[in-house]
C-alpha cells in the first residue's frame, strides 16, 4: 500500500481512489438463482472481510447473511419485485417489510416496467413511494432498478425524476438479468438527473477494477457487482485467504 | 377442418389432437417486463378468441387481464416467485393470495433452487406446500416450476416428488428466463414420477405446433408459449383478426 492513509475515503492526494473506498461503495453480490448456502456463507465471509458496503443477496438467504454479518459494519441488501418489476406494490411493500423485520438494511427494487412503457408515470411513482415509505419507516435505503438496457433515453430520464418525486435514496442501473448492464454514459445521465438528491448505483458488468472505477469517475458512489474481491485486490488490497466468522453462525 | 367433430378434445380418429384440444392446453404467456398495457389486452383477447386454458400475465396486469377474460371460459394465471424462487414462502403466499383475490386461478410458482441445491429438501417443501394451501383455500390451481435448465437429473426428480408431496397440482419445466426450456427427455420423466397424480407442464422454447404436439407425445397437458396463435394456426385454427371485446373494458 502506497497510500498515505489506510482510513476508508477517497485520498485527494491521488487521483485514484483506495481499495478501501472502492470497497466502502459495493454492493457484494450474489443473486443466481441456484447459488447454495456454502455460497452465500462465503459471499457473506468476503464482505466482512473487505469491509464491503453490502453483502447482497436473495431474500431467502437474508436471515443468514445477517446472522454473518452481524457486529461488523457490513449491511445486508435484498432484491424486491426483482428482476422483472411486474409484481404488486402490494407485494413490493410486503417484501420490503418482510426483508426488514429480518435485519436487513437496503432494498433494490425494480421499478415497474411495463408501466412506464405504457405511460402510466403514476403508477410507476406511486409504485416507488409504497415501497419508500414501509422502507423507511423501518429505517431502511430504497434504490430503485430502472432497467436501463430495456428503456429508452426519455425513459431513463423519466424514470430518475420519478424516482426523485418518489423519495427513493438510490437509482440504480440493472438487474443484471436483462442483458446489457451499467455504461459510463448511463451513470453520467442519471447523476445528472438525481444531481446530489439521490445516490447513483452502477450495476451489471462491472468486473474489473477500471470498470469501477469508470463508473465513479461518471457519478456512481455504489457499485453491484459479483466481482468485488478481484476489484479490490487490483486496487491493492491484501488477499484474504482465511474465512472469517464474525458471529457465532 | 377434416376433423368429424369441432368439440375439443383429443379425437379418437386421428394420432393428431385437434386445434381446439391443443388450444385448452395452452397458457398463453406474456412475461416480458417491458410488455405494455396494450399488449396485454390483446393476449387477453387472443386467449378468448382461441379458448385457450389461461391468459398468463404478470401480477400487474392481472386485474386488467381478468377484466377481459370475464364471461369466458378462459382463466387468468400469474406467476409468483418469478422467475428466480428466492423469495421467502411468506412473500410467495401473499403474491398468490393478492392474485387471487383479484381473480386469478392459476398460480405458477419457482420452487426454491438454491434450498434444492443445498439439500433442504424440508424447505423446498414447505415453500410449495405453503403456497399450495393458500392456493386451495381460494379454489386455484398451483403450479410448480422446476426451472429444469440449471438442476441434475437427481434434483428434478427430488423436485418432482417434493412438489407430489407438497400437493401441488402441476410440475412445470421453465420460466423461459434461464436459459433452456422444456425438452421431451424432461417431460418424459416428470410425467413418470408424477404419474397421473399431477398435471405436467411444458413451458420456454415451445414455439411451433411439432414442438407442442411433441410435448403432448411425452406426456404434458398443458403448454406454456407466447406462440399460442401461430401453434394452433398451424394445426387449423382459422385467423381471428378482429380484436374480441368480450366484457365492457
Redo the contacts between chains.
Sequence with gaps: MAHSTLLPGVDSTQTQPTWQSVAGMIDHTL?K??????Q?IHLCEEAVAYNFACAFV?????ALAVSIVRGSGVKVGVPAG???????T??KR??AE?ALRIGVSEVDM?L????L??G?RNLVQSDISGVAQVVHDNGGILKVIL?TS?LTLDEKLVACQLAVAAGADFVKTSTG??GGGATVDDIALMRGVVGERLGVKASGGVRIAADALAMIQAGANRIGTSAGVAIVRDLGAPLITEPVHVSGY
Aim: no cysteine.
Design positions: 443473486l438463482p441456484e447459488a447454495t448456502q456454502v452465500v436473495h431474500q431467502t438467504w437474508a426483482f428482476p422483472q418489476g411486474a409484481s404488486l402490494s407485494v410486503f417484501e418482510e425494480v415497474n416496467i411495463g408501466a412503457k405504457s402510466d432497467e430495456l438479468f436483462a
